[in-house]
């Protein structure tokens, strides 16, 4: 009898903890970065980023206009094609998801946007840095570092006060990103009384410079500036070491700024040559960056790349507004996202009018070995 009536009572617990369960409400966050492809190891950084925040939010408890809430990640890949791009974008707003992070690059973002805008979707990117991205206004749209007019220029001018450097190439992968970040790269640096020696383009699916880079060699350059993504900048580093570029400085923004370079570059001496900037400051100096970054290398070890503080601080961002506004509806809490003040791990989030992060910092790194060093 004992024994049933235990029974009876685990029974009647357990339906209610499933009712209980049930009657949670499912908050849907969007993610979309390219998990396939070359970029793949961005884009797992960063949906890992964001899949961290959602199990901390969980394990915390969140809850929305006195509702318990339970936050789930629908994670897509965009291939950082942006086709792609658009296609899961209008498959998010399909499903109806509450906010969104990403996408990681600028030339697949910056078309989504359109589409988060006219489905009504509160979107966060924590990567894309092409200014253009917020041009348009749209109240959907927001930005958690700086843009490439910031990263261009920080380089310009380390680039000729820093280094006093007087003649520099540029190349481009021709996306949004690479162009865009070169454009601002070079504008400045003309402003400075450096000479742009040569200007080559590239894709960002080419592995083979020698052509270009024997160019540039031409020229005699102190300096190149490469505006893309670090599968070309590896390859370009070790061919720039083939031709005996070896005594030039190697420029690039975000995109190359990353630990996967190391790999990438595969033991080439031209590395120590390379001077890249961060929109954001290092991690030793993010409010909770180096306790963060110990939880996520324990979680996902040796998968940490750039920006996956940036997706946590993003999905934090978004649930912080449906907080303030006690409502999950992307009309309803969007207005409080413009009033965002939330101390994240990467900084004290807070957005200018236009969507665009108020009092970005920039960080620019070298690398010795195989070690990625801040140098301010």
Known sequence: ???????????????????????????????????????????????????????????????????????????????????????????????????IVGHLNSGTTIPASKLYNDCGIPHITPSATNP???????????????????????????????LKLKRIAVIDDRTAYGQGVADVFKSTAKAKGIQIVDEQFTTDKSVDFMSILTAIKSKNPDGVFFGGMDPQAGPMLRQMEQLGLTNVKYFGGDGICTMDLIKQSAGAKTLDNVICAEGGA??????????????????????????????????????????????TDPKVYMPKLAETNYKGITTNVQFESNGELKNPAMTLYTYKGDKKIALN
């Open 132 to 162: 253009n991205l917020t041009k348009p206004g749209y109240k959907t749209t927001w930005r958690l570092l700086a843009n490439d007019n910031a990263l261009g220029a920080g380089l310009a001018f380390y680039a000729a006060d820093a």
């Open 1 to 99: 009898m004992q024994m049933k009536l235990k029974a009876t009572v685990v029974a009647a617990l357990t339906a209610a903890a499933g009712v209980a369960l049930a009657q949670d409400m499912v908050v849907k966050i969007g993610h979309v970065a390219p998990v396939s492809g070359p970029q793949a190891a961005y884009g797992k950084d960063n949906e890992n980023g964001a899949r961290m925040a959602v199990d901390d939010l969980n394990a915390a408890g969140v809850t929305i206009g006195g509702k318990k809430v339970r936050l789930e990640l629908v994670a897509e890949d965009d291939a950082a094609d942006p086709k792609q791009g658009a296609a899961v974008a209008q498959k998010l707003c399909d499903a109806k998801v509450n906010g």
């Open 282 to 327: 290092s991690l030793d100096k993010m409010p909770g960056g180096k306790a963060w970054k110990a939880r996520y290398d324990a979680k996902y070890p040796g998968q940490f790349q750039v920006y996956s503080p940036y997706t946590y601080d993003a999905v934090h961002v978004l649930v912080d507004a449906m907080k303030r506004a006690n409502s």
